[in-house]
């Protein structure tokens, strides 16, 4: 299985996510501000990744003898939208000053990573069928385990349920051209890659039976967070009466918030819009506009895909439910 991240020799190693799929580079960290700038810098992506990137950084701020508040600060500061950071660095403070028992945790957290994810592509796997199309990047590269949306995928081609996967490119940062065409490749799943602005054309033929993407911050009544060009996916979808499903771990569900207006979207580079690997595609000092998420309304879902199955309206009971807050 491809993995994102190792711990060696209290060292985490991260595999420059920047540089797939052409090369594969490993960076090592031995600080937790080198984990910081790791994320900050998108070496390592994917909600669930950056979690267990943030736990590790806890981890090396121990081993390096850094200032666990001054550490701990900078990984908060790293990257503002995917929830699952905030999860893993809350989980590990009880254990500051413990470098056994942060170490402990990180693994916890790692495990659990792994072990929900095969639950949600067991539970995701039943509800597709057909083509299916997806979104940014959701493998094993974002999760640092089998994959959250893309985990279920595969299984679901491993049944016989899926028979082939349409990959949007995920324009500006292109993570579903070289992240998720690259995993499925290995996988040897067929796929097929399309520009975002190709699955209106491609649902109006009747050609996608599903779409399932992951989710970097879902509020208690179901709304959420992806990358940017979900909410129009799932726009389309609704149009063309085509089921779409958010697939995530709990841990991605933030209980402090209501719905997903609250949720604070990362507003990244223009540069990212401008410049494709080192190319300008539009006039010099041209402005451009790069929020990196946007927020899908919960009336939009079909269902909610988690490692406690799969959820359907009235989508506030059933988080409660599941977060076992009722
Ligand atoms: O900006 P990125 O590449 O970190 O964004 C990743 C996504 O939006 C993924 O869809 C999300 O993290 C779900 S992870 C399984």
Known sequence: ???????????????????????????PCQTARAAAAGIREMVVRGAPAIGVTAAYGMVLAHLSGEDLAEAEALLRQSRPTAVNLFYALDRMRPHWGDLEASLQEAQAIWDEVRKTEQAISQHGARVLRGRVLTHCNTGPLATGGYGTALGAIVEAYRQGRVTHVWVDETRPYLQGARLTAYELQKAGVPATLITDNMAAYLMGRGQVDAVIVGTDRMALNGDFANKIGTYGLAILARYHGIPFYPALPLSSVDPSLEQGDQIPIEERPAQEVTFIRGQPIAPEGFPAAHPGFDVTPHHLITGIVTEKGVLYPPFDEALRAALGKE
């Open 1 to 27: 299985m491809l993995l994102p991240f190792r711990f060696e020799n209290n060292t985490f190693w991260l595999l420059d996510q920047r540089k797939l799929p052409f090369e594969e580079v490993w960076v």
